[in-house]
């Protein structure tokens, strides 16, 4: 983590100075930008491990330098997590489409914040181990799935989780968004030969939501729909 770089980018200089105090406070090495420009400047000279961008920047905004990074195949692997004003949605959507890994609501928590820099580090890690041999991985907020070794991680913790209860989750991770039935559950997890009934899929559903929020700053991974069963919310930052 010593050696772990992460630019900074945002014109308000207070924000700036939080998000570099706590990122600091967890051992990473900070560098700031306080301009698009400036931002594409120092990722060219400083080459950092992540990139916290803010949308609205003075000379070139946000957009145009995640859309510049990401075309660019010297830089396009550094994670960039952009920092969007509430409501501005439409941004949200549109840094996520033009290649960044995440976005963070302002005003956040700096527990939030180190939550999303870590998972993100953490699965850059897997995923540049993990390429060559064609292994998917699952990154949602601070969550990690890892299907093919049967790991999952909130943060830096690895999750305890029954072979039931990491089915689940690597089923409902790959499907997010997608309805199951308590019913679909129980065929797809258990099997066809399962003689329980539908309970069960409740216990472990709630053994599983423990699991996931003891230690994460997102409680609701897992939403229940009422009169259907459950789904596992949407989110578009994926990989």
Known sequence: MQNTKILVVDDETYIVELVKFNLEKEGYKVVVAYDGLSALQKVKSEMPDLIILDIMLPKIDGLEVCRTLKLNPEYNSIPIIMLTA??????????LEM???DYIKKPFSPREMIARVKARLRALKILQAEKAMGKKVYVYKDLLVIPEKY?????EKKLELTPKEFELLGLMISNQ???FTREALLEKVWGYEYSGDTRTVDV???HLR????????YPDYIETVRGVGYRFTEDKSVI
């Open 99 to 101: 290649g960044a890994d």
């Open 86 to 95: 509430k409501g501005e949605e439409f941004d949200t959507v549109l840094g």
């Open 204 to 206: 472990h559903i709630r």
């Open 151 to 155: 790991e999952a991680f909130i943060g």
């Open 210 to 217: 423990q699991k996931l929020s003891d230690d994460s700053a």
């Open 177 to 179: 968004g997608k309805v």
